[in-house]
């Protein structure tokens, strides 16, 4: 019977059904917003982090002026025009430009150095007195028109960017040109903006040439902006752009600006997860809310459950047993509601019936006994005319040894047969009988031989009389006889915790799987002129006395031939057949 889904699983079908769109539609709708705002917060990392460098930009831009306007002061042009004129005090104006230097320097928000070099005098004038008047230089050295960076002498110490301007402007090295103009300031000046920035944003920003050197931030983490810069590093990056990598197995955003005067990537990143919690926050309150709400929806199903569908399943279950037979079914379970007052009606109804069934039943036993005693007798008669026209043809041809072995034998097998005082007897008393049987079929056919293989233990089963003969004499009528190369019938006992089988097998030809299959649904039918009478005898009466799986089957045996396997169970309690004499 094909499974039907009772109400308790349509019902939670049907919440679920209902709570797939809302968070269908939900997932669909955050990930939009998702996108939207990702792409929001990357658009404003990116203007951010633009708006900074413009900034940094602006002060380096400012100290790329301080060169120019040394080379139009009045007082160092006049310095370095009359410097080798004798009335000219070169102290004084050496002294004075000095401090002319250092109040420029000063005047700009970031610590910087102003140097004037003199490469035909070998003078050096600058607003740091570590350089100032110094005689060592790198006098042979190119001019650096554009910023260059100066790598730390030591770990303690940072860098410095440095640009230079010289006259005349065509000179390539320092001691090609009259004058050289140098502007300097630490990297600590953009160390403490990267600071300034990483305070506000509570992001990682750091400075990166493109190559190999990075200027970070005095907090930042190392490890990451090393990788970063690693995996940027020889690429042609646009001006300004994002992406995301993966570092230490975690999804970073990574923004980027080139600074247009020192020609550096302004970086910075921030984890994904970070910009998206707000989010993520939102969406597992969402799934919390949404669980919550399955759960009471699956509570409300059970407590629907335990008022409807078990009562409907217990009374199911009980109409079951009652179509099975079992009238002896009965509902114990108390619903407390109004299926208490079905459950008391059908256990009335279900008494009633089985009253009246086994008053049938009984009618219907004693009806089958008869019945099967009818069929027991349909056995006789056809050996009997075959085994007295064999004791006919050997008189006749005065083969008295054979006529006496024939007459012996079918003295003892009718003397088995006639017995009806009990209808149930061992299985040794049926396979001797059997036995001489086979011996009176052997005087019929002399190439005919046997061989009976029972257990000793199995020999004390109980079984019907005559439920054996009708094998043997179907393996001999369809397999011995039908081929002359068959010569051959074994009866082989095997037993197991629960069922006995009895294998009667020839050495014949056997039939095919469409033969079988035509057996097999002659003998689940009702007995007709065209459904052989031994062996639907024998099925009918083992399915009767033993009852379900008990039976006849038929199967081609490993000689070719057939094999007809008598099977019934070793619990199943035996019905005990009335004597004829016993029949009133």
Not at 70 to 82: A, C, H, K, T, V
Not at 410 to 429: C, D, P, S
Not at 444 to 455: A, C, F, G
Not at 536 to 553: A, D, I
Request: with cysteine; proline share 4%; hydrophobic share 40%.
């Amino acid at each position: 019977m094909p499974y039907k889904i009772n109400i308790f699983s349509k019902i939670l079908v049907l919440l679920i059904l209902l709570l797939i769109p809302i968070v269908a539609l939900y997932g669909f709708t955050n990930r939009i917003t998702n996108n939207v705002i990702q792409e929001q917060i990357q658009s404003s990392n990116l203007n951010q982090l633009s708006f900074f460098l413009h900034q940094l930009d602006s002060n380096v831009e400012r100290l790329a002026m301080s060169p120019v306007i040394l080379g139009s002061d009045p007082y160092i042009r006049e310095f370095i025009d009359r410097r080798e004129d004798p009335s000219y005090d070169m102290l004084r104006e050496q002294s004075r430009i000095m401090e002319k230097l250092s109040l420029q320097s000063v005047s700009n928000g970031w610590v910087n150095e102003l140097t004037i070099v003199i490469p035909d005098a070998k003078t050096v004038l600058s607003s740091s007195i570590f350089v100032n008047g110094t005689d060592t230089w790198p006098w042979k050295s190119p001019v650096h028109r554009t910023w260059n960076y100066a790598s730390p002498g030591d770990e303690k110490s940072s860098g410095s960017f440095y640009r230079e301007i010289s006259e005349p402007v065509r000179a390539e090295y320092l001691d090609q040109a009259r004058v050289l103009y140098q502007v300097r300031f630490s990297a600590q000046n953009l160390i403490q903006l990267l600071d300034v920035y990483k305070q506000d944003k509570r992001s990682d920003p750091f400075l990166f040439d493109g190559q190999s050197t990075a200027i970070l931030n005095s907090s930042s983490a190392a490890a990451v902006s090393d990788e970063i810069g690693t995996m940027l590093s020889g690429r042609s990056l646009p001006p300004s752009g994002q992406e995301q990598l993966d570092i230490q197995g975690q999804q970073y955003l990574i923004s980027y600006v080139k600074s247009d005067q020192l020609g550096w990537y302004l970086i910075d990143y921030v984890p994904l997860q970070k910009i998206l919690s707000p989010i993520t926050k939102t969406r597992q309150l969402f799934y919390g809310a949404t669980a919550l709400l399955l759960v009471m929806s699956i509570l409300a199903s059970f407590l629907l459950y335990r008022n409807v569908q078990i009562p409907l399943i217990k009374m199911i279950q009980s109409v079951q047993k009652v179509k099975r037979g079992d009238l002896s079914a009965r509902i114990t379970y108390r619903a407390k509601n109004e299926f208490d007052f079905l459950i008391q009606r059908f256990n009335e109804m279900a008494q009633r019936i089985q009253v009246l069934v086994e008053d049938v039943y009984a009618e219907k036993i004693r009806s089958r006994e008869a019945t099967l005693k009818q069929l027991q007798s349909q056995i006789h008669p056809h050996f009997l005319y075959n085994s007295l026209f064999f004791i006919i043809n050997s008189a006749e041809m005065e083969d008295k040894e054979s006529v006496v072995a024939m007459a012996q034998s079918l003295a003892a097998y009718y003397r088995y047969t006639t017995r009806v005082e009990n209808q149930m007897v061992l299985l040794r008393e049926e396979v001797e009988w059997v036995g001489h049987y086979l011996n009176i079929q052997t005087l019929r056919i002399t190439r005919l031989t046997y061989e009976i293989s029972v257990p000793e233990e199995m020999m004390e089963e109980r079984i019907p009389r005559l439920i054996l003969q009708p094998l043997v004499e179907n393996a001999i009528v369809h397999g011995i006889e039908r081929s002359p190369r068959a010569n051959r019938i074994t009866i082989t006992g095997e037993q197991d915790a629960d069922w006995n089988r009895l294998i009667v097998e020839d050495n014949g030809d056997g039939a095919s799987k469409e033969d079988l299959e035509r057996l097999h649904k002659q003998l689940r039918s009702s007995m007709t002129d065209e459904v052989g009478c031994g062996t639907w005898n024998v099925h009918s009466r083992m399915y009767y006395q033993f009852g379900e799986g008990s039976g006849l089957t038929f199967q081609l045996g490993e000689s070719g031939g057939m094999r007809s396997i008598l099977t019934w169970s070793r619990h199943a309690p035996q019905q005990q057949q009335p004597a004829e004499g016993d029949e009133g």
